[in-house]
Each structure stands twice: as C-alpha cells, then as structure tokens.
C-alpha cells in the first residue's frame, strides 16, 4: 500500500489527476503526438504513391547461378545502355565481387534511366552519388529503381554493402555529358 | 508511508548469479569497444590494422567482432542480468526456479564462447547482420542458437515467477519495474523468433552441407523480422531505469505509473511488425507492405513520445523538489554530481536526437537518401552505444557497488567518464550523420577506399577525434568497474547501496485494470503480426527459391 497523500511539494498536475488515468497535459501531448505522426504518415504516403518518389519494389526473381548468361543481362557489357525511347533509358547490370558489370555509364543531360540490378555472388550495395538511386542488391532478385539526370557530371556509384574482402574498392561511374546547345 | 513494506532482501549468491552476467557483459564490452576506436582512426588515414594483423586479420573481422560483442553480447547478458534483479527485486521474491535460470545463463556463456571460436578465427567474417550468401562457420550459427535459446530460458524462469507471484498477489498491480521486465522479455521471444527460424531452416542445415542454397531475400526478411524488435529489446531496459528508477535516484517520483505501462504494452503490441523499414531499398517486397511497415514504425514512435513526456516530468518533480525554480532551474537542481543519475541524464539528451534521427530512417522514400550510409552508423551510436551503453553505464555505477558490497571507486572519475562518452559521441556521431548526408558508405574502411573526394577529409578527421575521446570513455569505464568490483573498500553497513525503485505520484492500484493483463494484449500483438508480415511471408514460402550456394 502506497502513501495516499502526495507529498507537500509537488506541483498541480497531481491535483487534476484525481479525474482519470491521464492528467491534462498529458492528454494533450498525447494528441499532439499521434496528429504529428499521422501527418508524418500521410505527408510520405503521398510523396510515395501519388508524386512517385518511390522506393523499390517486388519487381521479379532469377537464378543467381545463370542469370549473367541470359538475356538480357547477358548483352550487359556491349551494350550497357539502352535507349527504349528518347531520352529514356535501361541498364541491366551485375554486381558481383567486387565490380559492377557495366562499370562506366555514359547517358546525356536530361536523360531518364532505369536501372535493372542483380548479383550473382553475395549481396551488395549501389548508390549513386547525388542522386537518388539507393538498392540492396540480392542474389535472386532484381532491383528496379529511376532516375532523372539534370546536371551534367561524373556520379561515382559505391558498394555500401559487406561484400568481401575487396568491397571498399567495388564502384563505377556515371557520366552525364553536357547537351549539344 | 503509512505501512512500510516488507523489502525482499536478495542473497548472496543471488547478487553473484547477477553479478556474473555483468562480468560477461563488461568483458565483451572490453573487447568489442577496442575495435570502435580503431575503425575510426583508420577514416582518417591512421590505419593501425597491420600492428594487430598476427590476430586480427582484417577490418571486417574487426568489425564483425566489434558489431557481435557490443550490440548482441554486451546488451544481452547486461540486460538478463538486470531484468533478474528488477523481478526478484519487484516481486519482493525469490525466482522460483533458480536452477532453472542457472542452465539459461550458462547455456547462454557456452554459446559465447562456441560464437567466439569462428570469429576468432576469421571463419566468421560475415558482420553482425550474418547477411547470407556470405557464409560463416557453422559454429557461429550453432553458438547464436545457444545464446538466444540460453536467454529465452532464462526469460522462462521470469514467467514462471511471475506466475507464482500472482498466485500469492491476486488483484494486486504487478510492480512496476518487474512488470516492464516481463514486458521486455515476451517482446523478446516473440522478436526471436525470426533469426531462429531463419538459422534453423536454412543457415545452419546449409552451413554443414545439407543443403546447397539459401534465399538470402527470405532470410534478410527473417533477419529484420529480429532485428527491429531487438532494439527495443536493448532499449526497454534502459527505459525501465528511467521511468522506474531514475526519479527515486534524482529525488521524485514517477509521474504517471499508467503512462508508462501504456508504453510498454505499445512496444510490445508494436515493435515486430515493421521490420520492412529496414528493407526500404531491398527488391522482393510490394511497396504497399513497405509502406504498411511505414506507418506502424510510426506508431510504435508513440509509445517513445510518451516516454520524453514522462520521463521529463518526473525528472521536473525532482528537480522542483530539490528547488530548482523558472523554466530551466529544475535541471540545473538534478544531481549532476551522481554520476548514475548524469549518466542516464546525458543518455536520454542524446536519445532525442537518435529519436529523431529513428523518425527520418522510418521514413519510407527518405530512407533512399539514408540506408546504409555513415548515417546510419551515426545514428545508432546515438542510440544502442549511447542512449542503450551510457545508460548501463550509468546503471552499473549503483549496481556493481549494490551486488559487490564495496564503494564505486572514484565516483567524480565516474561522473567524467559519463561527460567524456558524451562530448565524444556528439563529435563522432555529428561527423557520421554528415558523411551519410555526403553519400559516405558504411561497412567500409574510408580511409582507404578510392573513391573518397577531399571534401570529406574534415568530416573524417572528426570521426577519428570523436573515437580518440570515446576509446578514454570506454577505458575509464572499464577500469572504474574492475577497481571497484575487486576492492576492498567495503561500505560500511549504514551505507549499503539499495536498489532505487521509483514510488508512482499515484497509487499503482489506481492505475486501469486492463493496463495490468496480458491476454488482450498478447492476442493483440499476434494478430498484428500476422497481419503485418503474414502474407508477404505466405508469398514468400511458397516461391522459395535455394538458390544461393555459400560464399
Ligand atoms: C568506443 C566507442 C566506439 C567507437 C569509436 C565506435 C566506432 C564505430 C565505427 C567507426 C563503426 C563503423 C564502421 C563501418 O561502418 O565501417 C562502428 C560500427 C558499429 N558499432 Fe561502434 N563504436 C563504438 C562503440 C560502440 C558500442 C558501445 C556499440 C553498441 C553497444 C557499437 C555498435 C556498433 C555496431 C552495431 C556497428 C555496426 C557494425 C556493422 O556495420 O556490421 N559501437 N562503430
Ligand atoms: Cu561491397
Ligand atoms: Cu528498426
């Protein structure tokens, strides 16, 4: 059994308290919390779904063990980067210990590229710099994700997953070339 | 007090059975620190790799070792040790099966130590993630079975008390310290369950060549299943102490017993099914069940907004007790010179800043911007190595005193150390936050990956400062403990250290009933987690493919 009467001390919310289970202030902060995160919530719903800031998603299964030797990740190295419309491309790439299969990209200003991403060893990573493109890379799956390229410039991609012992030297580039005018 | 409670008085050998669990926990904490330091100096160039190579053979190795000693082993066996003493201690009874608990413990010492021979040996060098097709010794998986069954063995030992208690206490509320102990442990078992099914289905039949592959997207799932609910495992118990402990130690009394069960029961009901906030950038998931995750990680940051709330509110009441007057005067009054109350005090600043850095990780499309970048390394150092380790810290500088009987050596030293922890994290974490924000990677030795740009060299040179002060940090720790568990400074008997345990504003008993019961919100929390991860599991089961050999 607990002491009954509260300290001489303490402060008015112990008074109110009498009421319920929950004190006054607490009620409020209570309701400020679950609107801040619901917007929270709502805000990057909305950014996801209806702006298409995306994150990667289910988009389809390979076998690690011969995936390099199909297509169309088998045209991987003579013909890295695909224009499927204008100024809209596709990259089917490899990682694997420790190197990206195309390693050097080169689209123009203002392209839009898909990359289509598979290992055929353990995980890795791929994030390209400034933009943002960021996959986890899993033997079996295949990683989709879009970019837009405003700015010309050279954007490294890095391996930011555990891969072995050569992982922290496992990156291309990509090579954004000034337009014509 | 109108009646005084009879107090349980703990024995002996039950203060050197939690003891014992402390010395594993520091011990590895020892170890692991060490490689802390090393990885930040090598950031900036200062690779010391090649002194240790006889040993150590690379910086992932350290690595592995740094992420398993602190994060799994520290945490673990500090926190069954001190959920033992918070139950025996609460339920003012022996545990009733005390044999019981022994076997959980050393099954729990003997997977150490069968986990400790492949790292060791570079035969396990696959990082505390074990994200496969990297593929460890089989001995490694077989110690991380031991550990967790080892604790979850233990854990049965609390419940079975529990019950015992509640058969003598009928209608009574279950003590507040004892009942987020109880808590802490069911989230446990339950969060488990992922690394154990993913270690026993395919890990380990696939390590001793039973079978040729695994699917490394089912066991990442299986993984993160663990792995979120595993940081509120670290976290409750610190919130336990300052909800539960911490008023008493600055003076006051906790503001609102309710609140705080109402927390608990939310991290329990809601800290397993977001697992896929760590899989934002993974393929293999729908983005409608990324996003569902999303918005429950949202909602078990509730039950932590309520914590800042109660927790400041106590510390206000104490502060105000001790007349500290106007808007600020009440921290000022704390008791900054007990260097268990600064320690927590200092942990809980920084975990603002973790919680808010938590909130941005969580948030779905941002996390592009974010996963598995320095980042993310900073930010848990906000949160397991400060707001987790400042706080057992802080916790250890009554409890060693309390277990051993002998004076906590050089109290002011302790209170630095608390200090020293502080200023180093908000230096090295500051710096990581930044490099992630530079597209820095984590898992990877800055200093000597080629793609680093000059613009990162300050920011990398603040990583190894920051570890400098933090390598003082762990070592004062560490020196501060043994010196004070191996004296023979004795307290006197007037100044025998007590367990602090907060009395509530209110009377326990006043608190709702159904803040007290454990059915409802046990159905509750399977449900949800059927729900949350149910069919994407389902889909994933049935397209399985064993399709990656080891590597
Ligand atoms: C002495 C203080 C410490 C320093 C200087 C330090 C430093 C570091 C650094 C630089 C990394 C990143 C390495 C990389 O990503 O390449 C790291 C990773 C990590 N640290 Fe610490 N750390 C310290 C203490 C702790 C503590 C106390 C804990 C937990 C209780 C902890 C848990 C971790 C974990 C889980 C990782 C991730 C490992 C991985 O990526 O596999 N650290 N630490
Ligand atoms: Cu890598
Ligand atoms: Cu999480």
Redesign the interface.
């Given at each position: 059994?607990?002491?009954?009467t509260?300290?001489a001390?303490?402060?008015g919310?112990?008074e109110t308290?009498e009421e319920g289970?929950?004190?006054p202030?607490?009620r409020n902060?209570?309701r400020f919390?679950?609107v801040?995160?619901?917007a929270?919530?709502v805000a990057?719903?909305v950014?996801?779904?209806a702006l298409g800031?995306?994150?990667?998603?289910?988009?389809a299964?390979v076998?690690?063990?011969t995936v390099a030797d199909e297509a169309p990740w088998s045209d991987r190295i003579d013909n890295p980067v695909r224009e499927v419309a204008p100024g809209e491309y596709v990259v089917y790439m490899i990682a694997r210990?420790f190197r990206y299969e195309p390693n050097t990209i080169t689209v123009p200003e203002g392209s839009t590229i898909t990359f289509y991403v598979t290992s055929i060893?353990?995980?890795h990573?791929l994030?390209i710099?400034?933009t943002?493109?960021?996959?986890?890379?899993?033997?079996?799956?295949?990683?989709?994700l879009t970019t837009t390229l405003d700015k010309a410039g050279t954007y490294?991609f890095?391996?930011?997953?555990?891969?072995?012992?050569g992982?922290?030297?496992m990156?291309g580039t990509l090579t954004v070339e000034a337009g014509e005018g | 007090m109108l009646i005084t409670e009879p107090t349980y008085q703990v024995t002996k050998e039950e203060k050197r059975f939690i003891g014992l669990h402390l010395f594993f926990a520091i011990l590895a904490l020892s170890i692991g620190s060490l490689f802390g330091p090393l990885q930040a100096f090598q950031y900036s160039g200062l690779d010391l790799y090649p002194y240790i190579e006889p040993i150590f053979k690379s910086y992932y190795q350290g690595l592995t070792l740094h992420g398993v000693l602190n994060a799994l082993v520290w945490t673990t066996f500090f926190i069954t040790g001190f959920l033992t003493l918070t139950i025996i201690k609460g339920l003012k009874r022996p545990l009733v099966y005390p044999t019981l608990n022994k076997v959980g413990f050393w099954t729990m010492v003997v997977g150490l130590v069968t986990t400790a021979i492949p790292l060791l040996l570079d035969e396990a060098t696959v990082l505390y993630t074990f994200y496969p097709p990297l593929q460890a010794s089989s001995l490694f998986y077989v110690g991380l079975t031991l550990v967790v069954v080892g604790s979850w063995i233990e854990g049965y030992g609390f419940f079975f008390t529990y019950r015992a208690w509640r058969k003598e206490n009928p209608g009574v509320r279950t003590p507040f310290v004892s009942f987020a102990a109880l808590i802490t442990m069911a989230l446990w078992q339950g969060a488990t369950l992922g690394v154990a099914v993913e270690i026993l289905t395919m890990l380990l039949p696939w390590s001793l060549g039973w079978i040729d592959g695994v699917d490394p997207e089912l066991a990442r799932t299986y993984f993160w299943f663990t792995g979120h609910p595993l940081v509120y495992f670290w976290l409750l118990p610190a919130y336990l102490s300052w909800y539960g402990m911490l008023p008493k130690q600055a003076g006051g009394k906790l503001f609102s017993d309710s609140l705080a069960r109402l927390a608990f029961w939310l991290f329990l009901l809601l800290s397993i099914p977001v697992g896929f906030h760590h899989q934002f950038t993974d393929p293999g998931i729908p983005q409608g069940w990324k996003y569902i995750h999303a918005a429950l990680t949202y909602g078990v940051a509730f039950p932590s907004l309520l914590t800042l709330f109660t927790v400041v509110a106590s510390l206000e009441l104490a502060g105000r007790k001790r007349g500290g007057k106007g808007l600020f005067g009440w921290v000022r009054a704390l008791p900054w010179g007990d260097p268990s109350v600064s320690a927590q005090l200092l942990a809980g600043i920084l975990f603002i800043f973790g919680g808010i850095g938590g909130i941005t990780n969580a948030s779905y499309n941002v996390n592009l911007v974010v996963h598995n970048t320095a980042w993310i390394v900073g930010h848990f150092h906000l949160t397991v190595a400060t707001a987790v380790t400042l706080s057992f810290m802080g916790i250890s500088y009554w409890l060693v005193p309390y277990l051993t009987g002998n004076r906590l050596w050089k109290p002011k030293w302790a209170v630095a150390q608390g200090w020293i922890w502080f200023v180093g994290m908000i230096i090295f974490s500051n710096a990581m936050h930044v490099l992630g924000l530079l597209g820095a990677p984590r898992r990877t030795p800055l200093g000597s990956a080629p793609y680093v740009p000059e613009e990162w060299s300050g920011h990398l040179f603040r990583v190894s400062f920051g570890g400098a002060i933090l390598l003082v940090g762990v070592i004062l720790y560490v020196v501060i403990m043994v010196r004070t568990a191996w004296s023979k400074d004795k307290l006197g008997p007037d100044e025998q250290v007590e367990v602090p345990i907060a009395e509530a504003l209110h009377d326990p008993q006043r608190t709702p009933a159904f803040l007290d019961r454990w059915r409802p919100w046990l159905i509750a929390t399977v449900a949800l987690i059927l729900i949350g991860y149910g069919p994407q599991l389902l889909d994933m089961l049935l397209n399985i493919q064993l399709t990656s050999p080891g590597f």
């Open positions: 059994m607990t002491d009954e509260s300290s001390g303490s402060p919310p112990a308290h289970w929950i004190d202030t607490e902060w209570f919390s679950i801040l995160l619901v929270f919530a990057v719903g950014a996801g779904f800031f995306q994150v990667p998603g289910d988009e299964r076998d690690p063990r210990q060893d353990v995980q990573g994030k710099q400034d943002n493109i960021n996959l986890q890379i899993v033997p079996g799956q295949v990683s989709k490294p890095i391996c930011h997953e555990f891969c072995g012992l992982h922290a030297g990156f | -």
